[in-house]
């Protein structure tokens, strides 16, 4: 199993950089494929972007690419999201996922294991 927690969100302007971090615990976090969703208020948690256990293998909703990268440090238990030119509507609850199935989907049945989630709001 993996816990994973979330930090990094906060309040920015619109254009700002912010960066996510998801650090997980537990034994062997190499071998989780890792996803990232958003939950805006009154709308259904989406699929931001999600990378391979290797790293090696990205991809990404067609409303945060070229804005936003995923990444990990396996080395440090940890996933990242750098989100780059926000928009207001990016304000939304992030949240980290893992998986082991090697589904690497877009769903959220695809992923097992899921962090409490950042805020991150912003304005205009």
């Known amino acids: 199993q993996v816990q994973l927690v979330e930090s990094g969100g906060r309040l920015v302007q619109a254009g700002d950089s912010l960066r996510l971090s998801c650090a997980a615990s537990?034994?062997?976090?190499?071998?989780?494929?890792m996803g990232w969703f958003r939950q805006a208020p009154g709308k259904e948690r989406e699929f931001v972007a999600a990378i391979r256990w290797s790293g090696r293998s990205t991809y990404y909703a067609d409303s945060v690419k070229g804005r936003f990268t995923i990444s990990r440090d396996n080395a440090k238990n940890t996933a990242y999201l750098q989100m780059d030119s926000l928009k207001p509507e990016d304000t939304a609850v992030y949240y980290c996922a893992a998986d082991r199935s090697r589904r690497w989907g877009s769903r959220l049945s695809d992923y097992g294991y899921w962090g409490q989630g950042t805020q991150v709001t912003v304005s205009s």
């Open positions: 537990g034994r062997d976090f190499g071998t989780y494929d």
